[in-house]
C-alpha cells in the first residue's frame, strides 16, 4: 500500500515469500499496484517506474486497472 512505511521492502518481502513457496512464480509477468493512493500524501510516491497508482476515488486508477484484469482475461 501506499501509505506503508516501506513500500519498496514490502514488495522484496511478498517477492521472497512467493520466491519460496514456488521459484516459477517469480518467472510470471507481474503488475505492481501501489493501492491506497489518495491517503498516502508525499510517502506515496511510487518507489518503481513500473508502479501503478491505485485509488478508489479516482476513476482513472480505477480504468488503467480494470484494463490491466480484462487483459488477463483474454
Known amino acids: ?12 518481502t511478498v ?7 514456488n521459484p516459477i512464480l517469480l518467472q510470471k509477468p507481474e503488475y505492481i ?3 491506497r493512493w489518495d491517503i498516502a500524501g508525499e510517502k ?3 518507489f518503481r517506474k513500473d508502479a501503478i497508482p491505485v485509488s478508489i476515488y479516482d476513476d482513472t486508477s480505477l ?7 480484462n487483459s488477463l482475461k483474454k
Not at 1 to 12: C, R
Not at 15 to 21: K, V
Open 15 to 21: 517477492r521472497r515469500e512467493l520466491g519460496q513457496y
Open 44 to 46: 506515496g510516491r511510487p
Open 1 to 12: 500500500a501506499a501509505d506503508s512505511e516501506n513500500p519498496a521492502q514490502d514488495y522484496e
Open 33 to 35: 499496484l501501489l493501492t
Open 63 to 69: 480504468n488503467a486497472l480494470k484494463n490491466i484484469l
